[in-house]
């Protein structure tokens, strides 16, 4: 049997059973700590940002003046507490930068405006899979790219539930999700030109 | 919506997504080969995991809170700070507004206070076309013939105003207690005028020069039982007073737009000097310093520049 998220909820606040929301938690912990993750770069500080997270969800809880009404979907009302966690941290490290929505409504930034005329990289696919040069690639993604990205794989949020987490439009979602990839792959392909070239050099 | 988004909803399999745009070129096509590889990229990435560690101290946090004590030291749960500072932002923006807007309207109030008003108040002759200050000089021509008629001028002006300006104080007394019995007892506080004066009819506002004469009438007899009505300089409008101490604030309380005696008597006593004096004229003509008629004399100031150069 697979009891749903809300009747975990339920079982914790009804019951006290701290086992249904240890259950809760690991079952979202990869969702969770992946997006942390890949917003911060930085295990101690993820996991600081994960520990926080959860306390501001149970302090929410047992005060019942939280904005989780028992109906909606647990994950994303924990996602909305994580993205806020993340993004005062970005903050005060001034890491992250607001930008207007109205200005960025087809998701275009920096790296939108570099030219994408890159070679193939089906020779450099092995380079790619090695997860480091990957993660060097994402953390250079512009925040708002990198975000939608994140809440995509690490989350598995579709392109409508990543629009109404990051109050913008779907269309606005879609189109940093495919600079994103867009530009993952040119750097990607960079990265791997410039380490064929140090090879035949050496 | 476009093609190159459609591609991404189909690439991630969205409920709404449908297939590849149809009619696609090679582009479209490349593009999400392209983008396919990214994701294929990312799909094989490692899942991280929080220590578990921290797991459990979220777990002994949950079972304290359970128990009644709250986890401390943790912010609440809010909105992010982006949209705080934005509402915050609006509400100060909408309130220095309002505050500008309240300020301008209050000063916009004082520039204008009563003159239009007023004057619509006081005027009770029909409406014509002619501007004010032609309807000025006209009234003012009209007021002087009248005036060097009759012996009393006042008497005269008074006489020839219309509508409640005509009636004698008994008269007035019985129309003003029918029209507003309510202020038929105000005792002449400032306060109760300020709002008797938005209740009373507008033609009476010409009964101030009567009233100061009422005034008079009922110091020497009928003090207790008269009324008064008259103009205030300050408050735009009419009010009601009581008759004691009525005369003693009727000067002071005219308004300076409706003492045309004084305007009248002014006019008249420049008409007479002027007739008196018609010969003089205000000043000499200008005469240019080279016109002026020069002079031997060496102790004379007033030297042609030529002349000067001559006479060393």
């Not at chain 1, 028992?70 to 993004?87: D, E, F, P, S, T």
């Not at chain 1, 690490?154 to 409508?160: I, L």
Request: aromatic content about 4%.
């Amino acid at each position: 049997m697979h009891p749903s998220d809300e009747s975990l909820v339920a079982a914790y606040l009804e019951n006290n059973d701290e086992r249904a929301f240890r259950l809760l938690v690991e079952r979202h912990q990869e969702r969770v700590f992946g997006y942390l993750m890949g917003m911060v770069r930085d295990r101690d500080v993820a996991n600081d940002l994960f520990q926080e997270t959860y306390l501001r969800v149970i302090s929410a809880l047992q005060k019942r003046r939280a904005s989780y009404d028992h109906q909606g979907k647990w994950l994303g009302w924990v996602m909305r507490i994580a993205r806020n966690a993340a993004l005062d941290h970005l903050r005060a490290r001034k890491k992250w930068t607001d930008v207007d929505a109205s200005s960025d409504e087809e998701g275009t930034s920096y790296w939108d405006r570099l030219p994408d005329g890159s070679p193939a990289v089906d020779e450099s696919l092995h380079r790619a899979e090695q997860g480091e040069l990957l993660e060097e690639c994402i953390e250079k993604l512009s925040p708002e790219q990198r975000e939608v990205l994140l809440l995509r794989h690490e989350a598995d949020f579709t392109f409508r539930e990543i629009a109404q987490l990051t109050d913008c439009s779907i269309n606005t979602a879609l189109g940093r999700m495919r600079y994103a990839l867009l530009n993952l792959r040119r750097m990607m392909s960079e990265s791997d030109t410039s380490s064929i070239a140090r090879m035949n050099s050496a | 919506m476009d093609k190159r988004l459609q591609i991404l909803e189909r690439l991630y399999g969205e409920p709404d997504s449908e297939g590849l745009p149809e009619g696609d070129d090679d582009d479209v096509r490349r593009e999400y080969q392209a983008l396919s590889q990214v994701k294929l990229w990312l799909d094989h990435r490692k899942r991280e995991r929080p220590e578990p560690a921290t797991i459990d101290r979220v777990v002994e946090a949950a079972a304290a809170a359970s128990r009644g004590k709250l986890p401390t030291g943790v912010r609440a749960d809010r909105s992010p700070l982006r949209l705080l500072r934005t509402t915050q932002l609006r509400v100060a923006v909408a309130a220095a507004v309002s505050v500008v807007i309240v300020g301008v309207g209050l000063w916009r109030m004082e520039l204008l206070p009563g003159p239009d008003r007023s004057e619509q108040l006081v005027t009770t002759a029909p409406f014509s076309e002619e501007a004010p200050a032609e309807r000025e000089e006209k009234a003012l021509a009209n007021a002087a013939r009248e005036d060097a008629d009759a012996p009393d001028q006042t008497e005269v002006l008074v006489d020839g105003r219309t509508g409640i300006a005509g009636v004698g104080s008994d008269e007035l007394r019985a129309r003003s207690d029918d029209e507003v019995p309510e202020l038929a007892e105000v005792t002449g506080e400032r306060a109760a005028r300020k709002s008797a004066a938005t209740t009373m009819p507008s033609a009476m506002i010409e009964l101030d020069h009567i009233a100061a004469n009422e005034g008079v009438e009922t110091q020497n007899g009928r003090r207790d039982s008269a009324l008064m009505i008259m103009g205030d300089k300050n408050v735009p409008g009419v009010a009601l007073l009581g008759a004691a101490g009525a005369a003693a604030e009727s000067e002071s309380s005219l308004p300076a737009w409706d003492e045309m005696d004084d305007v009248i008597r002014l006019r008249q006593r420049l008409g007479q000097l002027q007739s008196r004096q018609a010969n003089l004229a205000w000043d000499k003509p200008v005469v240019p310093l080279e016109m002026m008629p020069t002079q031997s004399d060496p102790q004379s100031r007033i030297h042609q520049a030529g002349a000067r150069e001559k006479n060393r």
